[in-house]
């Protein structure tokens, strides 16, 4: 079985496009998102709408939970120590995009679940207990099958960093892999980045497209703080507002 996982997408409107294009090529037989679909885009509309109407099953991610509960955006910033003014744009941007969405689309937000799980492969945006709060990158294998083995799953595949990641691990927990991002990649390669699992076997696939584009889209949108965004789409890595 051929299993394509998406995640990030961050209501990038013309990554999703190059990616879809990709993933009709690849012909997999199931695809999954794992969350952050459409906060600090362009597009948030136009995502939502497209991911229902494809019938993608997926996962919540923290930017879906921030839209449709926006009380767990301020628990998590009041325990951060990330400075206020970080979440002084993320609060502002949020908040225009939840009036952009609707209440229909936010609701069906707030059905996701945390974890999906597929026979031997489980997917979550950042852990099974967070869609806020991702492991280290140092993470031990013990840690690791204490945060992921509740899922029973031997492969799981996760997103938030926006940092693909493929890596394997002793015991219970076989693979953590993570999607990287479609909508805006934090490694310094502004290619989207999805994954594919093919009969177990994974790849992380990079698709080109026009990012130029989507700057464009973003000057017009009329988001608060979208030159933010701009900036992380440029230098493919994470910038402060």
């Known amino acids: 079985m051929r299993v394509a996982i998406v ?9 999703f496009e190059s990616v879809l294009a990709d993933i009709k090529q690849v012909a997999p037989d199931l695809v999954l998102h794992a969350g ?3 906060d600090g885009g362009s597009s948030p509309i136009e995502i939502i709408d497209r991911i229902r109407d494809l019938g993608w099953q997926g996962v919540m991610g923290n930017g879906d939970e921030m ?15 990330s400075p206020p003014e970080l979440w002084k744009c993320v609060r502002e941007m949020a908040s225009a995009t939840r009036n952009l ?14 974890a999906a799980t597929r026979n031997d492969l489980a997917v979550v945006h950042a852990t099974p207990q967070s869609c806020w709060k991702a ?24 997103g938030h960093t926006h940092l693909p ?3 394997e691990v002793s015991r219970d927990l076989k693979m ?41 889209a973003l000057s017009s949108c009329h988001l608060p703080h979208a030159d933010w965004t701009a900036r ?5 890595s994470p910038q402060m507002p």
Not at 9 to 14: C, Q, R, T
Not at 67 to 81: K, M, N, T, V
Not at 138 to 156: F, H, K, M, R, T
């Open 165 to 167: 990641l493929i890596r």
């Open 67 to 81: 839209l449709c509960r926006p009380q767990s955006l301020e628990d998590y910033a009041a325990q951060s120590a």
């Open 7 to 15: 995640s990030d997408i961050h209501g990038n409107l013309s990554a």
């Open 135 to 158: 492991p280290p990158q140092l993470a031990s294998d013990e840690e690791l099958n204490q945060i992921y083995g509740p899922l029973e799953a031997p492969v799981v595949v996760f």
């Open 36 to 38: 952050d679909l459409a």
């Open 232 to 236: 992380m789409l440029q230098s493919s």
């Open 101 to 114: 969405m609707g209440g229909e689309r936010l609701s069906w937000l707030s059905q996701l679940p945390m």
């Open 176 to 216: 953590l892999i993570n999607a990287g991002s479609v909508g805006l990649p934090f490694d310094g390669d502004p290619r989207a980045s999805y994954l594919l699992l093919d009969e177990g076997s994974p790849v992380i696939r990079r698709v080109e497209y026009n990012i130029e584009r989507e700057l464009q």
